[in-house]
């Protein structure tokens, strides 16, 4: 039976499969799949929410802050990565909302990993 493709607009036999059809993605890693989880999404925000929706870099006026009360683009960093230790991926010790920017200078080692726990256990001791 012939039908009209969705993804290109010819008209194919039903039992072929388009070249234009999307590929589903396909996680490389187990750090990826993790960040699709609900899991993930939950904790993130719950992580989010104890620091106030603000970067924590930035409110501390450190490392080229430009505005220090700063709550756009935020992201949840794990301080140690997700592929060196799995089992610290939901630790709340392990996590602290930052920015774009400064999660770009935590991801490279601009921002030491000392100073972003420092200031994680800042957080937690607030609580």
């Known amino acids: 039976m012939l039908r009209s493709c969705q ?6 036999d039903s039992k072929y499969i388009c070249s234009q059809k ?11 799949k993790f960040r699709w989880t609900s899991q ?47 089992n610290k991926k939901l630790d709340n010790d392990n996590l602290l909302t930052v920015c774009h920017y400064h999660h770009e200078m935590c991801e490279n080692g601009k921002i030491p990993r000392q100073e972003v ?7 937690e001791n607030k609580q």
């Not at 726990?117 to 957080?123: A, F, L, R």
């Open 7 to 12: 993804y290109c607009g010819r008209i194919h």
């Open 22 to 32: 999307p590929q589903r993605k396909k996680y490389t890693t187990e750090a990826d």
């Open 40 to 86: 993930w999404q939950k904790k993130r925000e719950e992580i989010k929410q104890r620091d106030l929706y603000l970067c924590q870099i930035c409110i501390r006026k450190l490392y080229n802050t430009i505005t220090k009360y700063n709550a756009e683009d935020l992201e949840v960093h794990h301080n140690i990565p997700i592929n060196k230790d799995y």
């Open 117 to 123: 726990q420092n200031i994680i256990k800042e957080q």
